[in-house]
T-cell receptor
Framework: DTAVSQTPKYLVTQMGNDKSIKCEQN?????MYWYKQDSKKFLKIMFS???????INETVPNRFSPKSPDKAHLNLHINSLELGDSAVYFC???????????????FGPGTRLTVT | AQTVTQSQPEMSVQEAETVTLSCTYD???????LFWYKQPPSRQMILVIR??????QNATENRFSVNFQKAAKSFSLKISDSQLGDAAMYFC????????????FGPGTSLSVIP
C-alpha cells in the first residue's frame, strides 16, 4: 500500500492555465506539507497543514492555494500558471509530535510540472 | 534563523569503499532532530537515518551511520561498503523540537558510485 500518493506524477500545461495536484496519505498522520523542488534540486517548503488547519504559509504567490478537505488529503491548486512554476512538487506527511518521538516526513513520489 | 549547509555539491566513491557526506547546521535550539534523506533518480525521497539531538549515541542503520557532533553542529553521514544503488542525491534535514512542522533541508550532495 502506498503511504503517500500524489496524482498526477507528470503534468504538462501551458502558461495561464489552472491546474491541481492531489495528495493522499494513509498513515494516519496529522500534518501534511507541500514542497517545491527546483531545477537545482533545492527543496523549499510551501505550506503545512495540521488537522486541516494551515500552519505554515511561506512566501508563495497567492496563485497557489492549498486545500485540505480532511487530514488525509492536501491538494494544491495553481492558478494562472507561469514558466517559473515548472518544478517537482512533493507532498509529505508526518506525525504530530504528540503521537510519538519520531516525526520524520514521509514523501509522495512527486509531481513534475512543466509549464510551456 | 536555522540553516542547513552541505558543503559538497558532488562526491564520488568507488564501489565497496566508504564515503562521508558533510552537513552542518545553525540553530539556537537545544532539542531538535536531524535526518538524512536519499533521492535516487526515481526522485522518491527516502529516509536513510535519523538522530535525536538529546542522544549522544550516533545512529546506525546497516551500512549507514552518522557522526553527530552537537557542539560543533555537525551531522555527517558515513556510507560503508558503497553499492551502485547508493548513487543518489542526499539531503540533510533539521527539525526543531519546538516547531514540529518546520523542517529545513540542506541543498543536497550528489553522490556517484563508480563500479
Amino acid at each position: 500500500d502506498t503511504a503517500v500518493s500524489q496524482t498526477p506524477k507528470y503534468l504538462v500545461t501551458q502558461m495561464g492555465n489552472d491546474k491541481s495536484i492531489k495528495c493522499e496519505q494513509n498513515l494516519g498522520h496529522d500534518t501534511m506539507y507541500w514542497y517545491k523542488q527546483d531545477s537545482k534540486k533545492f527543496l523549499k517548503i510551501m505550506f503545512s497543514y495540521n488537522n486541516k488547519e494551515l500552519i505554515i504559509n511561506e512566501t508563495v504567490p497567492n496563485r497557489f492555494s492549498p486545500k485540505s478537505p480532511d487530514k488525509a488529503h492536501l491538494n494544491l491548486h495553481i492558478n494562472s500558471l507561469e514558466l517559473g512554476d515548472s518544478a517537482v512538487y512533493f507532498c509529505a506527511s508526518s506525525q504530530d509530535k504528540r503521537q510519538g518521538n519520531f516525526y520524520e516526513q514521509y514523501f509522495g513520489p512527486g509531481t513534475r510540472l512543466t509549464v510551456t | 534563523a536555522q540553516t542547513v549547509t552541505q558543503s559538497q555539491p558532488e562526491m564520488s566513491v568507488q564501489e565497496a569503499e566508504t564515503v562521508t557526506l558533510s552537513c552542518t547546521y545553525d540553530t539556537s535550539e537545544s532539542d531538535y532532530y536531524l535526518f538524512w534523506y536519499k533521492q535516487p533518480p526515481s526522485r522518491q525521497m527516502i529516509l536513510v537515518i535519523r538522530q535525536e539531538a538529546y542522544k549522544q549515541q550516533n545512529a546506525t542503520e546497516n551500512r549507514f551511520s552518522v557522526n553527530f557532533q552537537k557542539a560543533a553542529k555537525s551531522f555527517s553521514l558515513k556510507i560503508s561498503d558503497s553499492q551502485l544503488g547508493d548513487a543518489a542525491m542526499y539531503f540533510c534535514a533539521y527539525r526543531p523540537e519546538t516547531s514540529y512542522d518546520k523542517v529545513i533541508f540542506g541543498p543536497g550532495t550528489s553522490l556517484s558510485v563508480i563500479p
